[in-house]
């Protein structure tokens, strides 16, 4: 007998997140990183109300719903009770599967400030057709999708012009070198920059 196919209990088009690629992150080991705020939309269309939650991650790595908004699908039928029930931990679950990222390995409850030399950027998860990646990418188009496009068209035009790209960023969006090179991230993550190397001096030229 054929084992049934464990269906999910909300499909992953009726949560949305939204955020600010600027927050710092917090890990959860193996390499798993979930930024320290970020905000959730549950839309399914067979409940009467659209629900957005405002979720914090502490040092503990664990992610919880620190503000609630709920809307009436129906204005006329109000809001009951049972409205109200939402399934929270199900919400959590699937939305910190949206905006989970991959960073290098450090202990869970490390943030990413603390790590005094980070090695390696953050990226979606390293199957670039799985459910994970593609969430990862609609996760970070929901962030703020004309900052990433602008970020990209600022790092083409740096490398087309031969200046560092990361510099053209920070002075452009007026942040510091981390938090550009995580918008640079954010904008290849959601499909706006192809992978950019800066372009090495030219030999006999001097400094």
Avoid at 59 to 64: F, H, I, L, M, S
Avoid at 119 to 131: K, L, Q, S, V, Y
Avoid at 137 to 157: C, H, K, N, P
Avoid at 177 to 197: F, M, N, P, V, W
């Amino acid at each position: 007998m054929a084992k049934q196919r464990r269906k999910d209990p909300f499909p992953i088009r009726h949560i949305r997140a939204f955020g600010d690629l600027s927050v710092d992150s917090v890990s959860l080991g193996d390499r798993r990183w979930l930024p320290t705020s970020f905000g959730l939309t549950f839309d399914d269309p067979k409940r009467p109300v659209v629900a957005t939650l405002w979720v914090t991650v502490g040092k503990d790595a664990v992610p919880r719903v620190a503000r609630i908004s709920v809307e009436a699908r129906d204005a006329a039928k109000g809001i009951s009770s049972v409205a109200l029930r939402l399934p929270l931990p199900e919400i959590l679950r699937e939305g910190a599967a949206v905006v989970v990222q991959i960073g290098q390995e450090e202990t869970r409850g490390t943030l990413k400030s603390e790590v005094r030399q980070w090695r390696e950027a953050f990226i979606p998860m390293t199957n670039p057709t799985g459910p994970t990646a593609q969430r990862t990418r609609r996760a970070y188009r929901s962030v703020d999708q004309e900052r990433l496009r602008r970020v990209a068209t600022v790092v083409r035009r740096a490398v087309e012009e031969g200046k560092p790209f990361i510099k053209a960023v920070m002075e452009v969006e007026h942040v510091g070198q981390s938090h550009a090179k995580r918008l640079i991230d954010g904008a290849r993550a959601a499909g706006y920059l192809e992978e950019t190397k800066p372009r090495g001096r030219r030999k006999g030229k001097g400094r």
